[in-house]
């Protein structure tokens, strides 16, 4: 058990930091629309899905372990920014960075609960397979209502299809059955829209 705890540490550790570090490198060297997988909410919301499914069961180790990940990515991302291209170091505890490690705590503990769900039965595996096709699909929205401003870079529709087709896979890949599929998108949308609004009351983060 002491073994496994150790193991688990180690991956929220140093998963965080490689989430963060590789995320601000990839939004420097992929071209446009990719790069915005970097810039991208939806991605560190899947990573911590990501590691509450690798996780299996349990209610503590997959919320707690995956809220700590995304807060270790935050000051991982600012210290890439600080390498590659010769940012202040003290954005790290700038606090913008504050907020984005508080998000980190919730999106943490919501999907990291819902990696483990989708890996239930009934209802809970229904929302668990949901949660990261909603969060793409959420995503998708923003730059849906971003494609007329000229504050944003133009071919935002490459961005929402590219989110869509995420949402679509990643619910074709974890869903065990037609049936859970089709009822898995169902739920997403719904639930896009909670997270949709939960960002406009956030201000936009």
């Not at 150790?6 to 939004?27: N, Q």
């Not at 790069?35 to 209610?59: H, K, M």
């Not at 919730?106 to 989708?118: D, H, I, P, Y």
């Not at 949660?131 to 849906?144: C, G, I, K, S």
Request: glycine fraction near 10%; proline fraction near 4%; hydrophobic fraction near 55%.
């Amino acid at each position: 058990m002491r073994s496994d705890h150790r193991t688990l540490a180690l991956t929220v550790v140093v998963g965080g930091f490689l989430l963060g570090f590789v995320d601000f490198v990839w939004i420097k060297s992929v071209p446009y629309p990719f790069a915005e997988l970097g810039n991208s909410t939806a991605t560190w919301a899947v990573a911590a899905f990501a590691f509450g499914y690798w996780v299996r069961s349990g209610r503590v180790r997959p919320a707690l372990g995956a809220a700590v990940l995304l807060v270790v990515a935050v000051p991982s991302y600012y210290l890439a920014a600080t390498l590659v291209q010769g940012d202040d170091l003290s954005v790290v505890w700038a606090p913008t960075s504050l907020v984005w490690m508080v998000f980190g705590v919730l999106a943490g503990v919501v999907f990291g609960t819902g990696g483990t769900w989708a890996r239930e039965k009934g209802w809970r595996q229904v929302v668990g397979i949901a949660l990261p096709a909603a969060v793409f699909f959420e995503e998708a929205a923003r730059f849906a209502r971003r494609a007329n401003d000229p504050n944003y870079p133009s071919g935002s529709g490459w961005n929402v299809a590219i989110d869509v087709a995420l949402g679509v896979l990643v619910v074709v890949l974890i869903g065990r059955t037609s049936r859970q599929r089709a009822l898995a998108l169902a739920v997403a949308l719904p639930l896009a829209m909670t997270i949709f609004i939960g960002f406009a009351v956030a201000g936009g983060y």
